[in-house]
């Protein structure tokens, strides 16, 4: 059966402009073009699209999954293995990075003191305290749980009221930025990732890049993070997860 590029960008979740992209640099060519030149694909390519979409999910910059994906040696019982040990590893990594919580500790009021109406003119009906045991049972003992007490204890309403419109300024353009159709492994979204890093920096705590995948990784793998990004804009979790892997890749 043959697809559209249209079709497969909406099954693949990926922009039209990816899949250009990776025509472009030969990882992904479709198997056929219709008479007017259009892309057609076929179930060997979604397949081929599949295990791309695997190795950028953990980290792997598109040259380097080529490589993978063109190995003579390589058949795909091989590749499920090597996905398994892949993923196998990264559990056990993200077990350990418990400071890889940014929008649960945000959810601590960590010494804020407002008046009722300060609290609600800075957090509207959103609830600062409603994970508060949660996120102090989890990650109390971490550096960055200090950090983030340490510095939000010291800021006044107009210091909250700097930091949502920061952020919320950041996911007004992130969001516009995906629907221009820019690839997430681009240069823009990238520099908004890196944006995105520094505003945890400022903010929050310190965050560098090995921290920051993992709460990329956060974002996609707990519903409540998907959540708060994707009321931004739909499919943004996913997005920003390869925006900072690929941003990370770059800059490290």
């Known amino acids: 059966m043959a697809y559209t590029v249209g ?34 694909y076929d179930d060997a390519d979604l397949d081929r699209l599949q295990l791309v979409r695997y190795y950028r999910e953990l980290g ?37 990075m418990v400071t890889a919580i940014e929008h649960a500790m945000e ?37 960055a749980y200090r950090q983030s007490q340490e510095r939000t204890g010291r800021y006044s309403k107009e210091d909250w009221l700097r930091n949502k419109a920061q952020n919320e300024d950041w996911g007004r353009r992130f969001a516009a930025l995906m629907d221009s159709g820019a690839p997430a492994e681009g240069p823009e979204a990238m520099a908004l990732a890196e944006e995105h890093r520094q505003l945890i920096n400022h903010w929050w705590y310190d965050c560098p890049y090995e921290m920051h995948t993992g709460l990329a990784d956060m974002y996609v793998a707990d519903p409540r993070f998907t959540a708060y990004y994707d009321t931004i804009r739909p499919g943004m979790a996913a997005y920003l997860n390869v925006a900072i892997h690929a941003n990370a890749i770059t800059r490290a």
């Open 7 to 40: 079709q497969v960008a909406r099954a693949a979740r990926v922009t039209v402009r990816t899949l250009h992209h990776y025509d472009e640099i030969g990882l992904l060519r479709p198997s056929g073009r219709t008479p007017a030149g259009y892309r057609r």
């Open 107 to 143: 959810a601590r009021k960590l010494g804020i003191q407002l008046t009722p109406e300060e609290r609600f003119e800075v957090f509207g009906d959103y609830d600062p305290d409603e994970h508060a045991e949660e996120v102090e049972r989890r990650w109390g003992e971490t550096e």
């Open 60 to 96: 792997f910059p598109l040259d380097e999954i080529a490589q993978i994906l063109d190995d003579p040696d390589a058949d795909p019982p091989a590749h499920l293995r090597r996905q398994h040990e892949l993923l196998s590893g990264r559990i056990g990594k993200l077990q350990e």
